[in-house]
């Protein structure tokens, strides 16, 4: 028998080589190889095509897609709208997430509704039969159609699978499995590639829909979903602040869907629910308006979410005044502000300045930048904006007030939620008033916009 090669795989980006070093050569992570021992190099094969035929060159128009009719329903609103409006068969989904923020839960929950319809497979290698069987009971689904196996080499699962034929599985988590073809320990990069490398030729050969659940962790120190990405249709990050009872699955690569799509769930002691108006979760609103903050509509997906700015400026005894921004990009603020300075005239050189996006949102996008200038002069004057302002727009070098994606889905999120007054850029503006209820204010220069803001304070 050939011995078995020896190889190094790097734990972050999963790239490998030849002997051990101690960067990898690839992403740059120090001390990040680890020991993989690789299979022998397969004899060369029948070609086989992507759904385990012999592939066969086709055109377009006579290949049918699967229409929209054949997605699964999870019966949760939330997971469908990630996934991009149900599950959709042959699919592979991996669900990654710290441990302890209900990805078991959420899955469970999922799979029960699906059972309903179709046959349904849940493998655990991380609980007993007993310990789901619990957890199904807490969450009042006892009596769901629902397949377990407690098992976790790849081979035997597959096996099953092959005989149970469901059209929905489960598994978790990926860490747990390993496959008798590697001799390095489950949880290894090795072990996790090939193994999912094995399951997902399984879901695409047969039409099953696969969910692989990953544990991240903080410092990324076990074989981490990121070696899976590209080997899945749809990587959905499962988050939520320990200590806050709110979930976020966001959708941040999806074949079949738009990326960056949020759902947001809260953990109750029954399980999961689904949270379908998160912009009165993330605002919740002052009893009388305090200086320093704004509402600011921003975008999740495809979905227009109401979050509150915040901005205390304080005077600096520092040489280097300090510039804390959570939630939102610090670099970003610092330039935000040097445009304050140049266009506006407003120098913050002596003062401190800190931002914050309340409810533990993270936003990414250039249309914070309005509603930060207005948060931090807020603060910086000691007057507070009117109650009723929601604002959006990107603040360029220039101090000009640049259009932002989907500006009509915005107001009317605004009009919804009792806004009566909106600063945005020109651009955006509608041609006709605005929508219901709300006074539009179209402008063009970052002065325009202030004058605008702060009149009616
Ligand atoms: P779990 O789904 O086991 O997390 P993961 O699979 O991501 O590790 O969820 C664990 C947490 O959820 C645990 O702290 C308890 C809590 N929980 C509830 O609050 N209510 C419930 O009904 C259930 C089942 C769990
Ligand atoms: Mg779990």
């Known amino acids: 028998m050939a011995r078995p090669r020896v190889a190094y795989a790097c734990t972050e980006c999963g790239a490998r080589q030849g002997r051990w070093v101690g960067r990898c050569p690839d992403c740059g992570a120090w001390n990040s190889l680890e020991e993989v021992v690789e299979a022998p190099a397969p004899r060369a094969r029948r070609t086989v095509g992507y759904a385990g035929e012999a592939a066969q060159v086709r055109s377009l128009a006579e290949v049918r897609p699967e229409g929209d009719t054949a997605r699964l329903a999870t019966g949760l609103g939330e997971l469908d709208r990630v996934l991009g409006g149900g599950l959709v068969p042959g699919s592979v989904v991996l669900l990654g997430g710290d441990p302890g923020v209900g990805k078991s839960t959420l899955l469970l929950q999922a799979l029960a509704h699906l059972g309903r319809e179709a046959p349904v497979l849940y493998v655990t290698g991380e609980e007993s039969l007993r310990q789901v069987a619990l957890r199904a009971q807490r969450l009042g689904l006892g009596e769901a159609p629902l397949r377990l196996l407690a098992e976790t080499q790849v081979e035997a699962v597959l096996e099953h699978a092959t005989r149970e034929a469901p059209r929905v599985m489960a598994i978790d988590s990926i860490q747990t499995l390993h496959t008798e073809a590697l001799a390095s320990a489950p949880g290894s990069v090795g072990q996790v590639r090939e193994s999912a490398a094995r399951l997902v030729r399984h879901a695409k050969a047969t039409g099953t829909a696969l969910f692989l659940v990953g544990h991240v962790t903080k410092e990324g120190s076990l074989a981490g979903p990121r070696v899976l990405e590209h080997m899945v249709d749809t990587v959905l990050y499962f988050e939520g602040d320990t200590g806050s009872r709110f979930r976020v699955v966001r959708a941040v690569k999806n074949r079949f869907g738009a990326v960056n799509e949020l759902g947001v769930f809260a953990m ?14 993330f605002l919740q609103r002052h009893e009388r308006q305090v200086p320093g903050s704004v509402v600011l509509v921003t975008r999740e997906g495809t979905r227009p979410l109401l979050v509150e700015v915040q901005a205390l400026v304080a005077p600096s005894h520092l040489g280097n005044p300090r510039r804390v921004a ?49 948060a931090v002069l807020s603060s910086l004057r000691d007057r507070p904006l009117p109650r009723e302002l929601a604002v959006f727009g990107e603040v360029g070098l220039a101090g000009e007030i640049r259009p932002v994606p989907g500006g009509p889905e915005r107001l009317r999120e605004a009009a919804k939620h009792g806004f009566r007054q909106a600063v945005v850029p020109r651009a955006n503006a509608p041609r006709s008033g605005g929508a219901a209820g709300l006074a539009v204010r179209p402008v063009r220069r970052l002065e325009e916009a202030l004058a605008a803001a702060f009149e009616e304070a």
């Open 326 to 374: 959570v939630g939102l990009e610090v670099q970003r603020l610092g330039m935000l502000l040097a445009v304050l300075q140049r266009h506006a005239g407003v120098s913050l050189h002596d003062q401190d300045v800190f931002l914050n996006v309340v409810g533990g949102v993270r936003v990414e996008e250039t249309a914070a930048d309005l509603a930060v200038l207005l």
């Open 268 to 281: 109750t002691d029954a399980g999961l629910r689904e949270v379908s108006n998160p912009s009165a979760l």
